[in-house]
């Protein structure tokens, strides 16, 4: 500023301010008095008028242009790359629906049973229903609650389920009994029994049903369907552990233990033989 | 050089006003259609308002190489600290949205270059023969900030302008006719860019007739 005292130098938006003529006559004239004798506002009030000047010289209009066209093949080649990107974004995410889809669709028709005889087999992987052991059935410890036991399916839809399988007397019996359902489950065991080349695992199974429904006039025959599957098939183990169990409960502590001798002698090295080993220690002690 | 000249025209195809539109952009600094508008509108101008600060700095490198950088560093400020000076903006005309744009394109461009020539000094080692011929001389270097070219005219000036103000029988208006006389004679604005800014309250007729008048005082 120079000598005289006209007042602070002007802020930048007090000078766009007085091009604009916003500014109030008091601080107008103000500005004005500043400016007047002010070389740097002035030279910063010529550099605004510069810089909002309306008029572009060929140069600068060159150089505008030149840069807006880059700006716009730029915005343009964005605008093609986000859709492309959108575009093979959209390719992944049907190509993804499409892998899942497709996998569970896989993968629920591999889990899905496609018999009777695997709905009772998944549902013997769930959970042991009891000591006595079922024909196919994989080894599980036994898990005892106080309370009623859950089964943890809807046994209601799967006996539907079963329907549509067209499950057979024996495949409804197993069904039944590993719900502990003994009113239904003897019904078609026996049913299944009685029909001719009836297997070591109608038998078998049979025998479990009689033995774990509990019921005293039956406990004997029991007894008699797993020597009958054993003669049908003497290597039959689950017959072989079934009746050392029947002569565990009827109080038979000799010829138990040579049954779990015998059953040891067929399988040696499943986990069921590892719970008759275990058992057959149990009695010697 | 009037063949040479385009006039600048604002694009204003919206419904929605360039003042408006600013606000907008400062109380939604995420919706891309509205930032997309505001590009439209002004991404020309925001250019322009650079090109210029660069060459009034004296700038001769590559101006498109740089000019997008600086753009985008406008469009940095305007967002930064959640748009704080896209909401401070309380202007209500197609002007103070320029104005607006202006100094804050003005300003990058002067962090820019103050930047970078921290940067120069930094990497400048001047040869010990250089300083020394320099000092024996005892003729300060043209960049050396003691030197002052206007000095002189500004002097001389200021003394005109006391007379002329001093005289002026348009007493109302006195100070922004010197201003006038200043603008034009000093710091070299042709009458027509003088009226073209509202503030002055004048035609180019008008600047005419008060340039005339002072003169003609001055002469007296």
Known sequence: ?285 | MQQNIWRFRRKNTSATSGPDLVRECGEKLTDPALWGQFQFRFERLIFLYLIRALRCRSFQEDLEGIVPDLAQEVYVRLVQHDGRILRSFRGTTEFSVMAFLARISSSVVHDHLRQAATLRRRAQVVPIDVARESEQIGKPQADSPEFDSTRLSAILSWIDVERVVEGDPDRKNAQRNALIFKLHYIDGFQSTEIASFPGFELTKSGVDAVLARLRKRIQQ
């Open chain 1, 1 to 285: 500023m120079s000598g005289r005292d006209h007042g602070q130098c002007l802020k930048e938006d007090t000078l766009t301010d007085y091009l604009e003529g916003r500014l109030d006559p008091a601080v107008r004239a103000a500005s004005e008095a500043h400016l007047v004798v002010c070389d740097n506002c002035r030279s910063h009030l010529g550099y605004f008028m510069r810089l909002l000047s309306d008029e572009v010289p060929v140069e600068e209009y060159t150089v505008l242009e030149n840069l807006t066209d880059q700006s716009h093949r730029q915005r343009v080649s964005t605008t093609l790359r986000s859709s492309a990107a959108l575009y093979k974004l959209l390719i992944a995410v049907a190509a993804s629906v499409i892998l899942i889809v497709s996998a569970r669709f896989v993968l629920e028709r591999s889990t899905e049973p496609k018999s009777a005889a695997e709905v009772v087999q998944l549902l013997l992987a769930q959970h042991r229903p009891f000591e006595a052991r079922m024909s196919g059935e994989p080894h599980l410890a036994i898990v005892r609650t106080r309370g009623a036991d859950e089964p943890g399916a809807s046994y209601s839809l799967l006996a539907a389920e079963m329907t549509r399988l067209s499950a057979n007397s024996h495949e409804m019996g197993r069904f039944y009994l590993l719900q502990k359902d003994f009113k239904r489950a003897i019904p078609y065991l026996e049913m299944a029994e009685r029909e001719v080349g009836a297997s070591s695992a109608v038998h078998n199974d049979l025998g479990v049903a009689y033995l774990e429904s509990e019921n005293a006039t039956q406990l004997s025959k029991a007894a008699d369907e797993f020597r009958h599957a054993l003669r049908t098939d003497s290597s039959f183990a689950p017959a072989a552990f079934n009746l050392a169990v029947f002569y565990e409960r009827a109080g038979a502590t000799a010829q138990a233990e040579t049954q779990w001798k015998v059953y040891l002698g067929l399988d040696a090295q499943s986990e069921w033989a590892i719970e008759a080993q275990a058992r057959l220690q149990g009695l010697s002690r």
